[in-house]
């Protein structure tokens, strides 16, 4: 598993093209192994302004696919 980043209970950001308008942002990530695996596939970055989870695929071979890329 590769985790980058951690919960945060309150980040303020301000809205682009709109300084007179402030956003709080609160989030956490959460990962597991499940009941079929031994190891943790799993991937996610939490450092605002960037969120992205990517779903390890345990029953496939490194370097294919699941589904044909689109």
């Given at each position: 598993?590769?985790?980058?980043?951690?919960?945060?209970?309150?980040?303020?950001?301000?809205?682009?093209?709109?300084?007179?308008?402030?956003?709080?942002?609160?989030?956490?990530?959460?990962?597991?192994?499940?009941?079929?695996?031994?190891?943790?596939?799993?991937?996610?970055?939490?450092?605002?302004?960037?969120?992205?989870?990517?779903?390890?695929?345990?029953a496939t071979?490194p370097g294919?696919?699941?589904?044909?890329?689109?």
């Open positions: 598993m590769t985790q980058i980043g951690r919960s945060n209970s309150g980040h303020t950001v301000t809205v682009p093209r709109r300084p007179d308008i402030q956003v709080t942002l609160s989030w956490s990530a959460v990962t597991n192994v499940g009941r079929k695996r031994t190891v943790n596939e799993d991937s996610f970055l939490a450092q605002s302004p960037l969120f992205a989870v990517a779903d390890g695929m345990g071979p294919t696919w699941r589904a044909p890329p689109s």
